[in-house]
Every structure is written in C-alpha cells, then in structure tokens.
C-alpha cells in the first residue's frame, strides 16, 4: 500500500466517523444554505463568481490568481512528510495575521492530521483570524468533506485526480459550483490531467513533491506545464525554499505559488514574500 492509499484510507476512516456525528443530508443542507445566502449577499463573507472563464466561473480564491504577476498562496502547516515537524512552536493564529500583513493573495492551510499534523479545528481558527479567501487542504475520498469545507468556511478545496476518476471529478467540481467554492485539481501524470480536463477542471496544479516516490524535484511541475490546457490557471505547489526556485517556476509560466515550509520558518514572513515577488516578477518580464 502507497502513502497516498493509506493517507486515502484514514481520510475515509475520518469521514466514516463525521457522518456518524453528521449526517451527509444535514451537512448538506447547511452548507447549501450558507451558499445560496452569501449569493442573495444575505450572510457575511460571499463568493459570487468574480472572473468567469472559457470553462465557467471562479469564485473568490480562483479570481484572486489572475492577474499579471505571479500570485502567492502560502501555506500553514505545522509538519510535512520530507521535513517532519516544520515548526515546534506552531502558533497558526498568529502565522495567518502576519501572512494577511504580508500581502499575500490567498492563504492554503493543511487539515491533514498524519503527514500534515493539520485539523479542521486549526483551519477555522486561521479562517477567524484573518481575511484572505483560504484553501484547504486534505486528502479528498468523499463529496461528504466538499461540504464540510463550506461549513468550515473554506472558499476551495484541494482535489487529486489520481483519486477521482472522470465521472466522479465531474460530480465533485458540480458541486463547488453549488458551494460557490473554488476546486484546485492536483494533477502530476498525462493521465491526471486528461482526466482534470475532462472533468471540466478550472484550476490544475502541479506538484514538486509526489507521493509516489517521495522525493522532491521542481523539474516536475515545470515539465507538466506544456500539457496544461490554455484555459486553466495553473498553480505549482512544493519544494520551493529560495527566491532562485520562485524564479525557476514564475518562468516555467505558473500563475500561482503555494509555498508551506519557507513561510512557517520565516521569522519576517512580508521580507520574503517581498522577495519571492521580485524574483517572480524579474522572471516573467526577462521570460517576455
């Protein structure tokens, strides 16, 4: 059994107990509720379809990675599974203020509880804490945690294409729509991006670390992006530590950036995002 299927499997473990405290059909309702609510702007924090696209809308996360530049995402998590603990002393609260101050355009945070030391409850205390539209991360075995994810108060969700085939990417994006929530699809073979495509995909990422074979390469991103469709944001996750790899993938035309590890060490998180956008910025007007 792979990482990915055992990390697959605990996520089922872990929805299989949620549906027990909460039903699938009242999670449902809820979160429909609260969708359609912020759509008739009756309910704090909406999502309305901000940027539409050749495959439909994006919502508040999608809209904010188009833009010239290169947009940054950085992400919280307290451990990952090259590094194992990232940060002993992990105040996430404090961590999401000083990401807002920094300017960034989004905020990704892990609630992957084994590779990631994530939780639901520390992705609702970052979402209280500060303003940015935030993504969250998990593994994604189940419609069931789409829902959570609103409830949460995420505005998208991390989806992998190698654990969805077509018919059921399809469903799970069918929903966001509903949610008015934003879907990132990871897709790091050929196969994973027909299918992403396919599915109707808006926004494909590509990742540097790969469960497979647990190894870093930030070729691996950069050699998918000749396969990403035209219409698609494209948005390079992992293994970025200095402002030389920044540079390598604003080249290798990313859109946006989810850094975790160089952000949860920095001890001036707007000094190096300052940086990562200089360098990011000399790169593309250099590639023109």
């Known amino acids: 059994m792979t990482v990915l299927e055992q990390l697959a499997l605990s996520a089922q473990q872990r929805v299989a107990a949620a549906k027990e405290a909460a ?5 449902r309702e809820s979160a429909l509720t609260i969708a359609y609510a ?14 539409e696209t050749p495959r439909g809308p994006l919502f508040g996360f999608g809209a904010t990675l188009v833009k010239p530049t290169v947009a940054f995402i950085p992400e919280i998590k307290k451990a990952s599974p090259t590094q ?4 002993e002393d992990f105040n996430y609260e404090e961590i999401a203020q000083d990401i807002e101050a920094a ?3 989004a905020l990704s945070c892990q609630t992957e509880p084994q590779l990631f030391q994530g939780s639901e409850e520390i992705f609702g205390y970052c979402r209280l804490a500060q303003g940015l539209p935030m993504l969250r991360k998990d593994i994604v075995v189940d419609e069931y945690q789409l829902y959570q994810s609103k409830l949460l108060g995420a505005q998208a ?9 077509k018919p059921t990417l399809k469903r799970y994006l069918s929903i966001c729509d509903e949610l008015a929530m ?3 699809v990871e897709a ?6 027909a299918t992403a495509d396919a599915a109707g995909a808006r926004i494909i990422c590509g990742n540097n670390w790969s469960f497979e074979d647990a190894k870093p390469s930030l070729t691996r991103a950069q050699d998918l992006r000749r396969l990403i469709p035209w219409d698609c944001v494209y948005v390079i996750n992992g293994c970025m530590r200095t402002a030389k790899d920044v540079a390598k993938m604003a080249r290798a035309g990313a859109d946006a950036l989810i850094i975790g590890q160089a952000f949860m060490l920095a ?3 707007k000094a190096l995002l300052d940086e990562f956008r200089a360098a990011a910025a000399e790169a593309v007007h250099d590639h023109e």
């Open 23 to 27: 039903p699938l059909n009242e999670l």
């Open 38 to 51: 912020q759509r008739e702007g009756k309910a704090n924090d909406p999502c309305p379809a901000r940027d």
């Open 103 to 105: 300017g960034a355009e």
């Open 267 to 269: 001890d001036n998180k």
């Open 157 to 165: 969700i991390w989806l992998m294409a190698s654990l969805a085939d």
């Open 182 to 184: 934003d879907a990132l």
């Open 84 to 87: 194992g603990v990232i940060v």
């Open 188 to 193: 790091n073979t050929f196969e994973d991006i």
